[in-house]
C-alpha cells in the first residue's frame, strides 16, 4: 500500500493527550505531572487541531485524554472498554532530549504484592507477632538477587506502598509494588513469573 492511499484509508485518527499526576512533584509534596506529561497533553491536543485544518482530508480526528499512565496504564483499561473502537489509527507523542519518529519502547508489567501478618508490639510482646513487612523486606531481597540472572535489557523497580503505621507495632499488613519491563514480552512473562516466586517464597 503507498503512502498516499494509507493516508486516505485514515478515516478517523485519534491523539492520545496523555496525562498523570504523581504523588509528591508539587508543590508541598501533592500531585503534579512528570516526565511532562502536560506537555504531552498540550502536543496532542495542537496535533489534532493543526490535522483538522488540512486541507483536502475527510476524515474525522478524536482527541482521547489518556490518564493513569504512570500508575496502572490508563490505555489498557481504555481499550478493554472499547475507547479506541472506530479509530483507524492512534498517536501520541513524548517528550525526549531529540526527535525520533521510533523510539524505544519496552513492554511493562505492574505487580503489587500484599502480606497479612499478625499484630503486636513490638516491645512488649514481639513474639506473638508475625511481621507482614518482612515478606515486603524478603521480596525485595530476592529481586535483587534475581537481578544477577536476568537479560541486559531487563528493568526492574519497586516501592513500598504499605509499612505499618506506628514503630513500636509489629504490622500486620504490608504491601509493595513493582514495575517490570523488558524488550520482547514473551522474555517479560518469564521475568513476571520468577518475581512473583520472588513474593511467594518459592521459584
Known amino acids: 500500500m503507498s503512502e498516499h492511499s494509507l493516508w486516505e484509508s485514515l478515516k478517523t485518527i485519534a491523539f492520545l493527550a ?3 499526576a504523581l504523588p509528591g512533584y508539587g508543590e508541598e509534596k501533592r500531585p503534579a505531572h512528570a516526565c511532562g506529561h502536560n506537555w504531552v497533553a498540550a502536543a496532542s491536543v495542537v496535533a489534532a487541531l493543526l490535522l483538522s485544518r488540512v486541507e483536502g482530508w ?11 499512565e504512570e500508575t496502572v496504564g490508563g490505555k489498557v483499561i481504555l481499550a478493554k472498554n472499547g475507547a479506541f473502537l472506530g479509530s483507524d489509527a492512534a498517536f501520541e507523542m513524548h517528550l525526549n532530549k531529540c526527535n525520533s519518529l521510533r523510539p524505544h519502547a519496552i513492554a511493562i508489567d505492574s505487580w503489587e ?14 513474639e506473638r ?15 535483587s538477587a534475581l537481578r544477577q540472572q536476568l537479560k541486559p ?21 504490608a504491601a509493595c509494588r513493582f514495575y517490570v519491563r523488558s524488550e520482547k514480552r514473551e522474555y ?8 512473583i516466586g520472588c513474593a511467594r517464597g518459592r521459584p
Open 113 to 126: 504484592f500484599s502480606f497479612r501478618g499478625k499484630a503486636s508490639h513490638a516491645a512488649a510482646a514481639p
Open 58 to 68: 475527510q476524515g474525522t480526528v478524536v482527541v482521547l485524554g489518556t490518564p493513569a
Open 188 to 195: 517479560l512473562d518469564e521475568v513476571s513469573r520468577r518475581v
Open 153 to 173: 535489557d531487563v528493568r526492574i523497580h519497586g516501592i513500598v506502598t504499605d509499612g505499618g503505621a506506628a514503630v513500636n507495632v509489629i504490622p500486620e499488613s
Open 129 to 143: 507477632g508475625i511481621n507482614a513487612l518482612d515478606a515486603v523486606n524478603l521480596t525485595f531481597a530476592g529481586i
Open 18 to 20: 496523555e496525562y498523570d
